[in-house]
DNA sequence: CAAAATAGGGATATTTGTTATCCTTAATAG
DNA sequence: CTATTAAGGATAACAAATATCCCTATTTTG
């Protein structure tokens, strides 16, 4: 079980969207030749960003997205569940309706004590992840990258914002 | 990104092989039959806890599976990590080094921090099932399963046991 | 207005992982 | 000896992730 790499390339992409001045928009094309990632599947991402309203969009020469919040509003789970969907990671096959034990029409009517243990793990994850805002990832980034690094990086992109 | 369904089959395998007698081992055939699964594929799923050392087996007639240890020893991590792996959820494939701005040999020593936060949160949902015992489970089964469901399946799994 | 650049989205291929079955081998109980 | 079992290798069927291509509507720029 393995997050999708589109996880990862929308946490990146969020992060260089945040350095990006008000109102200025940042194509496709420039997030996937900074990453190195191929165009067209990025962009598949970024519209999972679009439709979870968490990215603004344009059309047209000096199109591309920014942040449709700002980053103290936008959490690792915003992100996180924007490409990799909402859905609980433990799915129930309801096995224990198989039990040969059973009276035929009897029906459990609350999920099982399996599953409501798996499914709290699974919110401790997502707890976690709400509780980190993009605005921390900035804080940390600022800190750890060189400051050379950093400038070169936000020239860079100010040359291909639109 | 949705656990193997041998994930639930081995947290209900191990919660039945815990109410089996001391010294007392059940088959493949009839944790398949129970439970309405292919038996060879569930097979592969014990081959699994077999390999982590979670339960022990026997050979020949009679033969099949018991626990290794007792339920209280037992967490739901370690039936999860037996048979889903222990490789953390969150892969980073390092494309921050694609950052043209970067010096050419420029390299990180640190994994960065969006690959430190989804681990943190991949490690909390870890530790939750790390403090959930099978014991804990048995507790909350005994007491949510009529009594009648219960005493006709143990006596369907000691009709079986080896 | 015309041309170029952009996001959105549908169709489709490629690759990888999950699910499932089959068969052989070695060990064990009766 | 025979029947039964776990272990594990080989392989097939299926589903999901990854990747590319192409068309459309929109918007800036010239
Ligand atoms: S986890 Fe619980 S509810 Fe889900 S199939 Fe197993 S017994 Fe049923
Ligand atoms: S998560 Fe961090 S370490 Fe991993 S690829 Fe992205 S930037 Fe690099």
């Given at each position: 079980m393995i997050l999708k790499s589109q996880v990862e390339w929308a946490l990146h992409c969020c992060a260089i969207l945040a350095?990006?001045?008000?109102?200025r928009y940042l194509s496709t094309k420039a997030l996937a030749e900074f990453h190195g990632l191929p165009k067209e599947y990025l962009s598949k991402a970024l519209q999972s960003l679009s439709q979870a309203g968490l990215v603004h969009t344009t059309l047209g020469p000096s199109g591309g997205y920014r942040l449709a919040k700002a980053p103290a509003e936008l959490t690792f789970l915003d992100i996180v569940e924007a490409v990799e969907?909402?859905?609980?990671?433990f799915v129930c096959t309801?096995?224990?309706?198989?039990?040969?034990?059973?009276?035929?029409?009897y029906c459990e009517s609350t999920p099982c004590a399996v599953a409501r243990i798996m499914w709290e793990a699974d919110e401790a994850w997502r707890e976690k992840l709400r509780n980190v805002r993009l605005s921390d990832l900035i804080e940390i980034l600022s800190k750890e990258i060189p400051a050379d690094l950093m400038k070169r990086t936000f020239g860079w992109v100010l040359e291909r914002a639109g």
């Open positions: 350095g990006l001045p008000e109102g969907g909402k859905a609980r990671t309801n096995i224990r309706a198989n039990n040969p034990c059973r009276a035929p029409g």
